[in-house]
């Protein structure tokens, strides 16, 4: 049999990934999502195909997640991120019982059983506070780039207690400690502490069990993941590539949705609109 | 003649009241910046000199506010909760509920006949729900925080948000002015949505008019005409609303000055 080739797109907020299996054969691709992510992920999918000599019509069944599950026209069908985060970690950790993924714009915790199947979780798309965009918000502050601040955050003797939950009220807190001449790896230590620790309370809502896998954005910042292990007594796992977690389960799951179809005799059923409608995006 | 001072040194403004025998004889309000300390004195010695007073004329000096540890001066301290109270119940004798929109935190107080708060409900937490997120989107829109009430109501189409985070709200208002929202719809629909957090607080509390709103949030027309859409009635806004809690303050000096006297008496 000819191998199948599955695609996964999974339109964060902040980051657009995308997976395409050619059979055991993985390509995989990341780019900021920018105000244009419906062109980018049409894009995307379009030159990895176009460097195999393949076309959309190639593609047996493509899923489509994240915050812009929406706005992918060629996706055939949308899969929530909680089923797509579980099913990329089962593959990727199978001893995962919680999965922590913690985006540019959201937080959630998944509990997974020992089948690797969701039975639990919780989300918070509500505050900044909970997510990579309070990082953000203080490096733009701070005129420091995002991925220096979880080195500079261990450099921090003593972590300064950041008493605001808002992001909004924790920026002027951070300028007010930089003004008083505090250590800027202290002041950085605190807000590592201070994110890490309403992630870990939310979380804490579904009870945390080992191992727990770390995802998302900020799953690369090793501040927070300091920070997350002290919290939790024990440490962290990390995937390859935290960012490719959903990408890669809504792939598997295409896949899977291809076999099943095959297996029973059925149909599968196919949302793709034409790539016509696709251009409506350009 | 007895002078006293209210001040109240809130996070973005710092505000003072002078009362001669009782009756206000100046007010002044100054940028808090990050420096609270400063502030006091250019907000008390600029209060001072419209009434025609040197500081040592004060017979008592009463502060409130979230920097009220810093005032650099002898004073006493009121919590904001009787001093807003006490401001209201001055002006607005039948109040019976105030809204007070601060620049970091909002309160809704319930109060008695004589003006004493009964119970209160405060958000401190969120930008979202005090004069912050206000200051927050005129910033993206590059408008004067005073001006923005009036370009509010000149919406045609309020943009309504779909978050209710500061933070994600400013990047919506930037996404919302590319695609063609006008400053107005924005404006409206801020004050949509921190209406909606106020009136959930009064809702909480249970509203029991009349129902006053002080705060420098009322001094923005746009947000007083919200929040009484949502509540379904008129509010009794003061002419100068930023400085109540200022004028509560002094009042309680003058109070506290006179139950002193009557003691030794």
């Known amino acids: 049999m000819e191998e199948l080739i599955v695609a996964g797109v999974d339109i964060g907020s902040t980051m657009t990934k995308v997976v395409i299996r050619n059979g055991r054969t993985m390509s995989t691709f990341i780019g900021p999502t920018g105000a244009e992510y419906r062109t980018l992920a049409h894009k995307v999918v379009e030159d990895a195909l176009n460097q195999a000599s393949l076309g959309f019509d190639d593609l047996a069944y493509v899923v489509a997640t994240g915050y812009g599950r929406m706005s992918v026209p060629f996706a055939d069908q949308q899969i929530t991120e909680i089923s797509c985060h579980a099913r990329g970690v089962r593959s990727l950790l199978p001893t995962a019982r919680t999965v922590i993924d913690i985006g540019g714009q959201d937080s959630k915790a998944i509990k997974l059983n020992e089948q690797g199947r969701v039975i639990n979780f919780v989300m918070n798309d509500k505050c900044a506070a909970g997510s990579g965009r309070f990082l953000e918000v203080i490096a733009e502050s701070l005129g420091l780039k995002l991925e220096e601040l979880g080195e500079l955050s261990l450099k921090g003797d003593t972590a300064i207690k950041i008493s605001s939950i808002c992001t909004v009220f924790a920026e002027q807190e951070v300028v007010g400690h930089i003004a008083d001449g505090r250590r800027l790896e202290d002041v950085l230590a605190g807000l590592h502490d201070s994110l890490a620790s309403r992630v870990y309370s939310m979380a804490e809502r579904i009870k945390l069990e080992p191992d727990v896998v770390l995802t998302g954005g900020v799953a690369k910042n090793i501040g927070i993941r300091k920070a997350m292990e002290r919290k939790l007594g024990y440490q962290v796992l990390l995937p390859p590539e935290p960012l490719l977690t959903g990408a890669i389960g809504a792939a598997l799951l295409a896949k899977e949705l291809v076999l099943k179809a095959i297996e029973q005799g059925q149909p599968l059923k196919k949302e793709r609109r034409p790539l016509e409608a696709a251009r409506f995006f350009e | ?265």
């Open chain 2, 1 to 265: 003649m007895v002078y006293v001072a209210g001040i109240d040194a809130g996070a973005a403004f710092t505000k003072a009241v002078i009362l001669g025998d009782d009756a206000v004889l100046a007010s002044q309000v100054v940028l808090s910046t990050s420096n609270y300390a400063q502030a006091a004195i250019s907000a008390l010695e600029g209060a001072l000199s419209k009434a025609k007073l040197e500081r040592d004329c004060l017979a008592g000096v009463v502060t409130t506010g979230l920097a009220a540890g810093r005032v650099p001066f002898p004073n006493e301290r009121a919590t904001e909760t009787s001093c807003i109270s006490t401001g209201v119940h001055r002006l607005f004798p039948s109040a019976r509920t105030v809204i007070d929109v601060g620049g970091q935190a909002s309160r809704v107080i319930k109060m008695d006949e004589a003006g004493r708060a009964l119970s209160f409900m405060i958000n401190e937490k969120c930008a979202a729900g005090s004069g912050r997120f206000l200051q927050v989107i005129a910033r993206v829109l590059q408008v004067n925080l005073d001006d923005i009430g009036e370009l509010s109501l000149g919406s045609k189409r309020r943009t309504d948000f779909s978050t209710s985070c500061a933070v994600f709200a400013e990047s919506e208002a930037i996404t919302r002015i590319a695609e063609g929202a006008s400053k107005e719809d924005i404006l409206a629909g801020v004050h949509h949505a921190l209406a909606s957090k106020i009136a959930s607080m009064v809702e909480a509390m249970r509203l029991t008019p009349d129902c006053a709103m002080v705060g420098g949030g009322a001094k923005d027309i746009g947000l007083v005409r919200s929040v009484e859409e949502k509540l379904g009635i008129s509010l009794l806004v003061p002419e100068e609303p930023q400085v109540i809690a200022a004028l509560g303050a002094a009042l309680i000096a003058g109070g506290r000055l006179a139950s002193a006297g009557a003691k030794q008496g």
